[in-house]
């Protein structure tokens, strides 16, 4: 049985640190673990993939408190993100995203460092290069359990990507439920911990702008689905940022995602296809219905919509929407977002194979089940 308690002893012993400052994520990582630990069908690969990502939260938390002790004038930092991008997997945000992130006065989170977002021992600013080995060697692990990964979803260790592998490391993002299935814990999370997580992120955020000097003046780009169930934290958080969402037909999305977390659910567990169609289903549905209901308090003038097909027929137009919508402005952006195209088109990777049928749903399900955004949004978009 993974503890705690002890692997929190065992990180302070290994970082030679104590403070943990507040201490929710702890409440977070228990109810995890207890989920976690009830599952008869978890492997032994998966149990000891679960300690080790608890010591890696730990010690991070660890030193990112005492980053900021040392450092106090990080809380000085200014974080203006000029957009946060809150939508499904598998709508073209990534795309999207990366593309705004190549623009002259964008910058977002780098892969490498939300998979330890407090810097190493001895690690000094602008300097994070035995981080990103660690990051390289961590992807090669992966890639070699998950070979259809890059075909789902490209990963590179110096590329733009979410921020919700940090806030994995905290116990309160999808991050959690897209490696493990623990529907259990999805629910306790919706229900107990939406909100916490964002002045962490905040502080993170300002914590990556004072390590990398580089950044100073650019605004960020932000995105991760998890921000559908606490959009009213996102805005309070926020205040300044368009919160952008990009459309696509739930039909297309629920197969096609479910496949990407089955290649991740395998690797730590024996699971039927049918019951993560089951939860995904369901799990979206929730972040669509949480999202309907927090626009109409937000207010529509907080969000801007992409539709999927309009991205894929001219990204670099939706892009410049955005950055006009954003009040970003941003010279040589078209001709930087077309060189990233340029890099990065689909048509450079292997196909994604996948069916409705071997994740138990049928299209018919799915309309239903997202009858009221499909309406909204897909039928008749607005």
Not at 68 to 91: C, G, Y
Not at 207 to 228: F, N
Request: glycine share 6%.
């Amino acid at each position: 049985m993974i503890d705690c308690a002890y692997l929190l002893d065992e990180a302070r012993r290994r970082t030679g640190l104590a403070d943990f400052g507040d201490e929710w994520p702890l409440e977070n990582c228990r109810e995890f673990l207890r989920v976690l630990q009830n599952d008869q069908r978890l492997s032994a690969a998966g149990l000891e993939g679960a300690t080790m990502m608890v010591a890696q939260a730990f010690d991070n938390r660890l030193r990112h408190i005492e980053l900021l002790k040392r450092n106090p004038e990080i809380f000085e930092e200014r974080i203006d993100v000029a957009a946060v991008i809150a939508s499904l997997p598998r709508t073209g945000s990534t795309l999207l995203h990366r593309m705004l992130a190549a623009t002259p006065a964008l910058t977002a989170p780098i892969w490498f460092e939300t998979q330890n977002y407090a810097p190493f021992p001895g690690e000094e600013r602008g300097h994070n290069t035995v981080r990103k080995q660690w990051a390289q060697a961590y992807l090669d692990q992966i890639l070699a359990a998950m070979p259809e990964l890059p075909s789902i979803h490209p990963l590179a260790v110096d590329a733009a990507d979410e921020e919700i592998p940090a806030m994995g490391l905290l116990f309160s993002s999808l991050q959690i439920e897209g490696t493990y299935f623990v529907p259990e814990f999805s629910n306790w999370l919706t229900r107990h911990s939406r909100k916490r997580v964002y002045p962490e992120l905040r502080s993170i955020l300002q914590s990556w702008q004072w390590q990398e000097p580089s950044r100073a003046g650019l605004k960020w780009v932000l995105k991760t689905p998890g921000h559908l169930l606490a959009l009213d934290a996102v805005a309070e958080t926020f205040p300044d940022a368009l919160i952008v969402m990009t459309h696509r037909d739930p039909v297309d999305i629920l197969p096609s995602f479910a496949s990407l977390t089955s290649q991740f659910y395998q690797a730590t567990g024996n699971y039927d296809p049918r019951e993560i169609g089951d939860f995904w289903l369901e799990r979206l549905g929730t972040l669509l219905d949480t999202f309907l209901d927090m626009r109409a308090t937000l207010g529509e003038g907080r969000f801007h919509d992409v539709r999927y097909e309009d991205l894929l027929a001219d990204p670099v137009s939706e892009g410049l929407q955005i950055l006009e919508r954003a009040q970003v402005s941003v010279p040589g952006a078209e001709s930087a977002m077309r060189q990233w195209l340029a890099g990065n088109s689909r048509g450079q990777r292997p196909p994604h194979q996948y069916s409705v049928e071997e994740f138990g749903l049928t299209e018919d399900r799915i309309r239903e089940r997202f009858s009221r955004y499909r309406e909204r949004f897909i039928d008749s978009p607005q």
